[in-house]
């Protein structure tokens, strides 16, 4: 049995939600996130971790290669196949180049397809790293693994059309047991136990909603299982308070930290504010952001204004005109905010309510 763990997109280096207070201690917690999968992995060794392109949202500096090769360095037993993608892509300058990796590490050097043995396992790894931010031609779609018997990887970073695009059916049907994806950021099993992108390591921005870890599987009598493993220390969460009649400014700022209470303070939240509102209250979304780790605050709310009894009021009226005009259809969202905010302008400014 080989037993094996798959990750990519660390991005390492790089700093989510820039310019709000958490953005340092985010770039700090990608490192320490990667730092305890290893530690995991020394605690529990497995045979074989996948890293399948932008371990670094960068170029790497020496000094950061230096500490990943060291954190190798303390799982031996562990058989590392690691490859460059688009952010890290190797550079004509990159401190990839020629770096010396422990010897438990296989660094693709080359962007051709290259299939390496597994010290002292019938592992048989494919892949091959990026030189360039992008490479346009299909690299992988033709491959077919090495004719010995064994455990076939194809470790593969892309699938758009910019990043060596991927023809799914053809990969699926190319032979190798596991194909190790990285590049999209939201996980998702392509192929149940045989095709997966496990996503980025922590959430980097604010619309990888859910949780996020990487794939944890096993080969044993030629099949392969594999789970996903939460492992993030935060996550990005939607959070829609409903907005009632009676609901003022403060009433939302308790209900909003109550329920970030609940679902954890560490998170990231991006607030959503839907119901309805009586028509001069004001809501400062604004003041709410700075409560908790709020990255956004949506504001659907609308005014709580009676149509029916306001189209009596002021048939006949630019005002009337108005609101029949959006009465007699299905509104969009957009069209229903330009209804109410509409409303509001003409009626604060005072219209004229005789005939
Ligand atoms: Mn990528």
Redesign the pocket.
């Known amino acids: 049995m080989i037993r094996f763990i798959h990750l990519a ?1 660390v991005h390492l280096g790089f700093a989510p939600d820039r310019g709000f207070p958490w953005s340092g201690e985010r770039e700090e917690e990608i490192w320490e996130t990667f730092r305890r999968v290893i530690a995991s992995i020394s605690k529990n060794p497995v045979d074989c971790l996948f890293i399948a ?2 371990l670094f949202h960068r170029q790497p500096l020496l000094r950061e290669l230096k500490e990943v090769n060291y954190l190798f360095s303390t799982i031996p037993d562990t058989r590392i196949f690691l490859m460059a ?3 890290d892509y190797i550079r004509r300058d990159s401190f990839y180049r020629g770096f010396p990796w422990e010897p438990n590490v296989v660094f693709y050097q080359e962007e051709k397809p290259l299939t390496v043995k597994a010290a002292g396992l019938d592992v048989y790894v494919t892949g091959l790293s990026y030189q360039h931010q992008e490479i346009r031609e299909p690299l992988y779609d033709a491959l077919t693994p090495v004719e010995e018997d064994g455990f076939h990887v194809l470790l593969a ?2 699938g758009d059309e910019k ?1 060596i695009p991927m023809n799914r059916k053809a990969l699926a049907a190319s032979g190798f047991d596991y194909i190790a994806l ?2 999209i950021h939201k996980p998702e099993a392509v192929l149940r136990d045989k095709m997966i992108y496990p996503g980025d390591l922590e959430p980097l921005e604010r619309n990888d909603m859910g949780e996020r870890g990487y794939v944890e599987g096993r080969f044993e009598n030629g099949r392969v299982k594999t789970r996903f493993v939460p492992f993030a220390c935060r996550s990005y969460q939607k959070l829609v308070l409903t907005v009632r009649e009676d609901s003022t400014q403060f009433s939302l700022e308790e209900m909003m930290k109550m329920d970030i209470m609940k679902r954890g303070g560490r998170n990231i939240y991006k607030v959503i504010l839907q119901g309805t509102r009586a028509p001069e209250t004001l809501l400062f979304p604004e003041k709410l952001m700075a409560l908790g780790n709020v990255v956004e605050v949506l504001d659907e709310t609308r005014p709580s204004y009676d149509l029916e009894a306001l189209l009596r009021r002021y048939g006949g009226t630019l005002v009337g005109e108005y609101i029949a005009h959006f009465l007699e259809k299905d509104r969009t969202l957009v069209e229903e905010k330009a209804l109410y905010y509409g409303i509001q302008a003409l009626l604060e400014n005072g219209f004229p309510t005789g005939k």
Do not use: L, Q, V
């Open positions: 997109d392109g932008d993608g688009n952010h970073h892309g990043h990285g590049h």
